[in-house]
């Protein structure tokens, strides 16, 4: 199947919301019934990047997946720094097991590469990510802010020694949880 894999427009909005409530449906496991409009909240987020919003389109230029990665921050009392997390993949029922997904994983990674950032995160309990060389973040000392195993918290480092001697904790913004901030 030929696919495109591009940035989000506004005029994908509408048919975004209906692939991840599909991706999403019937209890699946990685799921908490927020994804739809966790995505419409992240994109008020101040550090959100439309180009790190990719949807993959069929030959008839329509919708059928979505990925959203965002900046994230990892601390630690002694430092800390940014990387971008995968927060949300969504491919529709007909398309799954095509590529597509790793075909916009593949493409998120390229962008964070090319912005500087040192790794990608991604909380996943599925194999997905391991299959595209995800490995538990707490190989490198770091750690989630969400209740997760350990197991589902991913990363992968974008350059040699990336997070060599780096550690920390992952703090999502509060976009990521439903609440907005209320401060002019």
């Keep these: 199947m030929k696919f ?4 989000i427009r506004p005029d994908d909005y509408v048919a975004v919301r209906g692939i991840i409530a599909d991706s999403y449906k019937n209890d699946m496991p990685n799921t908490d019934g927020d994804e739809v409009d966790m995505v419409d909240r992240l994109r008020s ?5 439309d180009n790190f919003e990719v949807v993959a389109k069929d030959q008839d230029h329509q919708v059928i997946g979505h990925a959203l990665m965002i900046p994230i921050q990892v601390s630690s009392p002694w430092h800390s720094f940014d990387i971008v997390s995968i927060v949300e993949i969504s491919v529709g029922s007909d398309y799954q ?16 590469q090319l912005a500087g950032y040192p790794a990608v995160s ?29 197991n589902a918290n991913m990363i992968k480092p974008l350059f040699d020694g990336s997070l060599f001697n780096k550690g ?6 509060e ?4 609440v907005r901030n209320t401060e002019a």
């Design 122 to 150: 991604a909380i996943d309990n599925s194999d997905f990510f391991f299959k595209n060389n995800y490995v538990p973040a707490d190989n490198f000392d770091i750690y989630s802010s969400l209740s997760v195993d350990l």
């Design 97 to 112: 097991d095509q590529g597509i997904g790793q075909a916009m994983v593949t493409e998120l990674e390229t962008r964070a």
């Design 168 to 173: 920390g904790k992952v703090y999502y913004p």
């Design 175 to 178: 976009e990521f949880f439903g």
């Design 45 to 49: 987020y101040s550090e959100y990047r």
């Design 4 to 7: 495109s894999v591009e940035t």
